[in-house]
């Protein structure tokens, strides 16, 4: 069943940006940082934890899940180190993230053309 909601839950976050992305003259970006800010309020309420328990990796995988992830970081560093840890915290989930996104980008960008 876990694998039935994870696919339900990423293909409802995909069908919703694509609905978005065809009926509007947003840009890919626009959306992206929409998903992020909505996965970011959701989890100030503790609704996007109640996803994961739900979907599992279904909505760990979403862009919606690293506004849950930074600012989830932020709460528990917040509470653990005070105010520094408000941003430490934040890239202390994310960081494996962001550091294979920059490695994977140089390598790809050595290995494509841009196009014009």
């Known amino acids: 069943m876990i694998y039935l ?15 978005i992305l065809d009926k509007t003259k947003l840009t890919p970006g626009h959306i992206t940082v929409i998903f992020v800010v909505i996965g970011a309020f959701l989890d100030v309420f503790d609704i996007y934890d109640k996803f994961v328990l739900w979907a599992g990796g279904g909505a760990l995988v979403p862009i919606t899940s690293f506004g849950h992830m930074l600012t989830h970081g932020a709460i528990m560093g917040y509470n ?36 014009d």
């Open 80 to 115: 653990e180190q005070g105010l520094m840890g408000l941003f430490v915290g934040a890239f202390d989930l994310t960081s494996a993230g962001i550091c294979a996104t920059i490695i994977f980008s140089f390598f790809l960008s050595l290995i494509f053309e841009p196009k």
């Open 5 to 19: 909601n994870a696919f339900l839950f990423a293909g409802i976050i995909c069908a919703i940006g694509q609905v």
